[in-house]
């Protein structure tokens, strides 16, 4: 956890995910193109410097989540990679703003959706390819969803997605398709695998259903919940009683902004509220940072909490669904104290 | 607001709120009849001993807020009654379940939505009948949304929707059709004045635009979010430093229930939580109290707020709508202290 003590995660550290091998190693920027089609008027073939000096330059720092963060702690057990809470990730991501590309394509009357597909392709024709979509009314203005070739300021490590990914700020990272090669607008709604039966969660305000139970209706993973992490000192570290430290973190949601985070040494019944660092946009990792002292020798739990513009925070009690997504549960660091 | 020290709102306490006149004032059970009719296979026509023989009574104690409860608050100004924090109530309904009695008419396949007509009727053409519907998904199965015919445990005021009214938990009170007449199943969505263009909210999560602008899209309100109120002592009451008093209130939200109340005296660095009174059910008020010492003579400043079961809370600014709805911000009370 040591990287997410700062806001924004270094290229090198973030986490990496693929659905299907084998995955590109490299690729040719002289013959790499972004294809851009389906239910438009001008079907574009934009080589990386058209990218870059057709459209202006958007720059938008955000945070990359798996939809399976932490999905190792649900209880009972899910299946899935066995994440603990590393599949996240900050950084500024530069590149041009997919509407910008969609204009200079000519978006048709009747277009509902727009499908992503990049370069990793299955090695066997039963691995159905990871194309995924979005609903046209979601990204037509955003200019917040871009295709990014710049990652904290440098090209996008080949395993981050070179050499342009998608970016869907708030949303998990299943959307942020990377090695983009097609970007296809389509006329009726996209339900291949990656989006049905793939990564959908109970149809309901929690996206939860009993443990154990199966939801009656699903719809796709969309907007992150809010979430927030104790990361300095690290967990079983050994602090002395009587004497202050430093309490640091991180907090993030799906874009409305972290406007608290909360802290309690004594599991719950009284919170303080911290200090919140520098604001990065509503996207980003928020750092916070809280001045604190171990009251007496034992063992201590420092748990905290997080609180979004819109007064969302986070449960008591873990949420359960199938997949074991959306965890935001209250999460807590032990410390024994000498 | 005294009504609100106790979980269970007395009928003669009940808000009542009509949007169309003349109102009806009284109603003739020998000659009242539920007609259910539309894309059914056995179109009904129930008398109120049908209603309570024919169908197992069910009970659910839910809160009926008016969407534009607190409206009064709202800044800059919105249209409508500018209440403030009066317009709700928490009762014990007693009645048939809808889905038994869509059950006995036969929904027909194809069918999508379900609409509720009462007998307040408009006094000039020119002013919509009040028909409101409710999507057919959302009510088949749910044991929860009821055709009323009791309220804490006598028959249902006139005022409050004698013989019969529908009981939607969780969702405001739009849908509590009053002296319900006519359920008729529709196969296309109804969209007459009441569903739209009226009581409609920004299409986001938090039902919000910046103060003074217009949302782009918006969808019928539903469901209830999280509030909470000190009740005791009355706002202004004068209270003594150093001298303990027992703080009261009450927290609701749209069915998940409340798992916590916290209160601040500190103007939100510090929280506390607080007791919680008898769970009456997820859609009821939640009781509680807490004992607080105003610690020093001058204004007190006391701040209230609750978390659900999936963790969502109140926002520490009030979020605006064109509509004034939806209205959770974080509400405090002042005392003077002597």
């Known amino acids: 956890m040591k990287w997410f003590e700062r806001a924004?995660?270094?290229?090198?550290?973030?986490?990496?995910?693929?659905?299907v091998f084998p995955i590109p190693t490299q690729v040719d920027l002289a013959t790499w193109r972004l294809r851009v089609g389906g239910h438009v008027d001008r079907p574009l073939e934009l080589s990386m410097d058209e990218l870059k000096t057709r459209f202006p330059a958007a720059a938008v720092t955000a945070v990359n989540?798996?939809?399976?963060?932490?999905?190792?702690?649900?209880?009972?057990?899910?299946?899935?990679?066995?994440?603990?809470?590393?599949?996240?990730?900050?950084?500024?991501?530069?590149?041009?703003?997919?509407?910008?590309?969609?204009?200079?394509?000519?978006?048709?009357?009747?277009?509902?959706?727009?499908?992503?597909?990049?370069?990793?392709?299955?090695?066997?024709?039963?691995?159905?390819?990871l194309v995924k979509s979005l609903a046209l009314a979601r990204v037509l203005d955003d200019p917040n969803v871009i295709v990014a070739y710049q990652m904290n300021g440098a090209p996008l490590p080949m395993l981050n997605g070179f050499p342009a990914r998608l970016v869907v700020p708030g949303w998990y990272a299943t959307y942020w398709v990377k090695n983009l090669s097609d970007i296809t607008v389509a006329d009726k709604p996209f339900e291949r695998f990656w989006m049905k039966p793939a990564y959908r969660i109970p149809d309901n305000p929690c996206g939860c259903v009993e443990p154990g139970t199966a939801p009656k209706a699903t719809v796709p993973i969309h907007?992150?919940?809010?979430?927030?992490?104790?990361?300095?000192?690290?967990?079983?570290?050994?602090?002395?009683?009587?004497?202050?430290?430093?309490?640091?973190?991180?907090?993030?949601?799906g874009g409305y902004g972290i406007r608290e985070v909360e802290v309690s040494d004594d599991g719950g019944s009284?919170?303080?509220?911290?200090?919140?660092?520098?604001?990065?946009?509503?996207?980003?990792?928020?750092?916070?940072?809280?001045?604190w002292t171990p009251p007496r020798a034992g063992a201590a739990r420092v748990m905290v909490r997080a609180f979004n513009r819109i007064g969302e925070s986070q449960g008591t009690e873990p949420l359960w669904n199938p997949a074991g997504y959306l965890r935001n549960v209250i999460e807590s660091v032990e410390y024994p104290v000498g």
């Open 65 to 129: 989540q798996c939809s399976g963060n932490s999905r190792g702690r649900f209880s009972p057990r899910v299946l899935g990679g066995q994440w603990g809470d590393g599949a996240m990730g900050n950084a500024e991501w530069v590149g041009c703003r997919l509407k910008d590309v969609l204009a200079a394509a000519g978006v048709r009357q009747g277009a509902v959706e727009v499908t992503f597909d990049g370069l990793d392709k299955p090695a066997f024709p039963s691995v159905p390819d």
């Open 270 to 291: 009284t919170w303080r509220r911290v200090s919140l660092g520098r604001d990065l946009g509503p996207y980003a990792f928020r750092e916070w940072s809280a001045a």
């Open 223 to 253: 907007r992150m919940n809010v979430r927030s992490f104790l990361v300095s000192p690290e967990p079983g570290a050994r602090l002395a009683a009587g004497r202050p430290v430093t309490l640091k973190g991180i907090a993030f949601d």
């Open 8 to 19: 924004i995660t270094p290229n090198e550290a973030f986490f990496v995910r693929y659905h």
